[in-house]
């Protein structure tokens, strides 16, 4: 049974930066992209980041939405299985709900697809004020 789970949530201040992370269990890392998402009240979820390794190397290719790109880093440890969203430079309107997703040997071009994902976590909040 997969499992993911999410944390390092929590109240910032704007400018910020803040580290979260996902434990997974019941996979395999190598046949799997890990992403992030967000969902802001009122808002509908929306890609964040993701990250695919190569095969069993360590090898990976990281994918960012635009809104994130150049203060946020998405990094993994394929020996625990866990994979870490960093985000920097903080702003009130990054306060949403993030979850971790995992999605089986997807399409690269997918990735930043909700229905890619076949795997959610329950989210962890995340909060900057201003």
């Known amino acids: 049974q997969v499992q993911l789970v999410e944390s390092g949530g929590g109240l910032v201040q704007a400018g910020g930066s803040l580290s979260l992370s996902c434990a997974a269990s019941g996979l395999i890392f190598s046949n799997y992209a890990m992403g992030w998402f967000r969902q802001a009240p009122g808002k509908e979820r929306e890609f964040v980041a993701a990250i695919r390794w190569s095969g069993t190397t360590v090898y990976y290719t990281t994918y960012y939405a635009d809104s994130v790109k150049g203060r946020s880093t998405i990094s993994g440890d394929r020996a625990k299985n866990t994979v870490d969203l960093h985000l920097n430079s903080l702003k009130p309107e990054d306060t949403a709900i993030y979850y971790c997703?995992?999605?089986?040997?997807?399409?690269?071009?997918?990735?930043?697809?909700?229905?890619?994902?076949?795997?959610w976590g329950q989210g962890t909040q995340v909060t900057v004020s201003s």
């Open positions: 997703a995992a999605a089986y040997k997807p399409n690269r071009t997918d990735y930043p697809l909700i229905r890619t994902y076949d795997y």
